[in-house]
């Protein structure tokens, strides 16, 4: 049974090992640093994908929906639009330039 557009929820991620935010790290103990700037990057790209799988979600709404997507696919357009605002890739060197 394929799962219509009103049953859809956000799927779960796995978690990895807490790390200090940048902000918090030592500049001096490299590795922390690292280990921190990894870890930004790979949320980034988790917030980035979520942002996929609801584009792709919103395109299988309208081409079930028809014509009836402006008002069965709404709350996918809203969440589409937010993740285009909120959920962008951001690289470690902007990060580091806002602790500095």
């Not at 949320?43 to 980035?48: F, L, T, V």
């Not at 299988?60 to 890739?89: F, I, P, S």
Request: glycine residues 4%; charged residues 35%; contains cysteine.
């Amino acid at each position: 049974m394929a799962a219509t557009a009103d049953s859809w929820e956000y799927p779960t991620q796995r978690k990895f090992d807490d790390v200090a935010p940048l902000s918090e790290v030592d500049p001096e103990d490299k590795a922390a640093v690292l280990r921190s700037r990894a870890l930004h990057v790979r949320e980034s790209w988790i917030q980035a994908m979520e942002g996929r799988i609801i584009q792709e979600e919103l395109k299988k709404c309208h081409r079930t929906e028809g014509v009836n997507h402006y008002q069965n696919c709404r709350h996918l357009v809203e969440l589409y639009m937010t993740a285009l605002k909120e959920k962008r890739v951001e690289g470690w060197r902007k990060v580091d330039n806002k602790s500095a």
